[in-house]
């Protein structure tokens, strides 16, 4: 499968449109992106895909717009100008002596603008091609270079013709009804723990004291507080969410004093921290002594690359089995996590 894709709908309401998507009947995969209100979707026929859309139209009702992607490069000029080349000789019958225009949708953080890719892409096609006598028109062309940067990944498609970017825009005016009474999420890791409490709910009952380390902005510590009597929010840095039953402790994990801080015995212990995954899972067992007998400990392992993440959990692995307190429940790939993460389930005996 390749991305044939990317398909968008309002903040926070990521998930409602994976699961319309998924229930598609021919082959395909929907991955988050760490950007809201967008997902990609990976397929073997590109055509084949926007057919089944075309036919369940109707029944997509997070869809707001899909954008087809022909080429994928890295975020590079030099592979971008290679992609445009590659799909302007493969549709040179359609496009000669036709107006252009080029547009760049960016996402991400670069040294670059959108419009610096625009002006330099449009000024390498009037360039490389000036056997077809084309010509830029930025409002009435023939034809639309469409570049999506997605941090390191780039995606390109040359539109004409009836092969487009389509809008949903029925989807667009209803769901903008819905936003006084859905809630967003407050990042994308509040995904994860959303996931967990579906699937896991046994993990989540009888709460009183949950420990929340690294809770910044919120996300885990939002959706606890509804499920817990008390939840102790770690972070320094601010919290997005405020409620009675929320404690927010502004120290690093590592300095909390447990007698002077808390002082309770905690039911569940969760860290979604931003840390090397050795450090992480040590501030995690630093808390272990106060968790109940038969809590649950829930931590995600954040490798630094795709390539390290296997043996970061064999590291933490061998730290575990050090410990005779504490029994591996599930280690588990959560659909919210990235490619970097996995998500340990952990309980104390």
């Not at 990521?14 to 021919?26: N, V």
């Not at 809201?36 to 990976?42: E, F």
């Not at 959303?194 to 046994?202: D, V, Y």
């Not at 015995?265 to 921290?273: F, H, K, V």
Request: proline share 3%; net charge positive; glycine share 4%.
């Amino acid at each position: 499968m390749r991305p044939v894709a990317l398909i968008t709908t309002k903040p926070g309401f990521e998930p409602e449109l994976k699961k319309e998507i998924e229930s598609l009947k021919i082959k395909k995969k929907v991955l988050w992106t760490p950007f809201r209100g967008l997902l990609k979707v990976l397929s073997y026929d590109l055509s084949e895909f926007l057919r089944e859309i075309e036919d369940n139209k109707e029944e997509l009702k997070f869809l707001f717009r899909i954008i087809p992607l022909e080429r994928g490069c890295k975020t590079d000029l030099t592979d971008i100008k290679k992609a445009v080349s590659s799909l302007i000789n493969e549709k040179k019958g359609k496009i000669e002596n036709k107006s252009f225009v080029v547009r760049c949708n960016r996402r991400g953080s670069h040294s670059f603008k959108s419009e610096d890719v625009e002006r330099e892409i449009g000024e390498y096609i009037l360039d490389k091609f000036n056997d077809l006598n084309l010509k830029v028109n930025l409002k009435k062309w023939d034809f639309k270079v469409n570049i999506e940067i997605l941090q390191d990944e780039s995606y390109v498609s040359v539109f004409i013709d009836d092969f487009r970017d389509i809008s949903v825009d029925k989807n667009i005016q209803n769901l903008k009804n819905l936003k006084k009474y859905r809630e967003r999420p407050l990042n994308r890791s509040e995904r994860k723990m959303q996931e967990l409490i579906e699937k896991f709910p046994e993990l989540f009952s009888d709460l009183n004291c949950v420990v929340d380390i690294g809770a910044s902005p919120g996300g885990w510590t939002k959706l606890l507080s509804n499920l817990a009597k008390k939840v102790y929010a770690i972070d320094t840095g601010e919290l997005k969410v405020r409620k009675d039953n929320i404690i927010h402790i502004k120290k690093r994990a590592e300095l909390i004093n447990f007698k002077e801080d808390i002082n309770e015995d905690i039911d569940l212990i969760t860290n979604d921290t931003n840390l090397y995954p050795v450090e992480s899972i040590l501030l995690t067992l630093k808390f272990v002594n106060y968790l109940k007998s038969g809590g649950y400990i829930i931590h995600t392992v954040k490798a630094e690359d795709y390539s390290k993440k296997k043996s970061s959990l064999n590291e933490i692995l061998e730290i575990l089995d050090r410990r005779s307190d504490i029994h591996i429940c599930k280690i588990i790939n959560l659909k919210a996590n990235t490619k970097n993460e996995l998500t340990l389930i952990l309980k104390k005996v």
